[in-house]
């Protein structure tokens, strides 16, 4: 089992930034790709960023893509997500998800989850 707790939401004003931790224990973690998704109300999760198991290797959504940065440490067993601009669409629970080995952009690929984060940006 992998447990995944997130951090880091909150409110904040357009073209502003938040940073989102991801804390992960129980199974080794460099052993898991790790992605970010996010779930706005009504809508069905959407991908964010994923990243590889070293972090030399990194994969965004084009609505985040330049705005956002996904990145990990794997000796502290966290991984970020940095949002700069942020926009009003970019409201909604943020997730970190785990997959063992080879990472996805598909959130039935991912096998743990954490409890999500919300980010709310105001206009």
């Known amino acids: 089992q992998v447990q995944l707790v997130e951090s880091g939401g909150g409110l904040v004003q357009a073209g502003g930034s938040l940073r989102l931790s991801c804390a992960a224990s129980?199974?080794?973690?460099?052993?898991?790709?790790m992605g970010w998704f996010r779930q706005a109300p009504g809508k069905e999760r959407e991908f964010v960023a994923r990243?590889?198991?070293?972090?030399?290797?990194?994969v965004y959504a084009d609505s985040v893509k330049g705005r956002f940065t996904i990145s990990r440490d794997n000796p502290n067993n966290t991984v970020y997500l940095q949002m700069n601009s942020l926009k009003p669409e970019d409201t909604a629970v943020y997730y970190c998800?785990?997959?063992?080995?080879?990472?996805?952009?598909?959130?039935?690929?991912?096998?743990?989850w954490g409890q999500g984060t919300q980010v709310t940006v105001s206009s």
């Open positions: 998800a785990a997959r063992f080995r080879s990472g996805s952009s598909n959130y039935r690929d991912y096998q743990y």
């Open positions: 129980g199974r080794t973690f460099s052993n898991y790709a």
């Open positions: 990243i590889n198991l070293s972090g030399t290797s990194t």
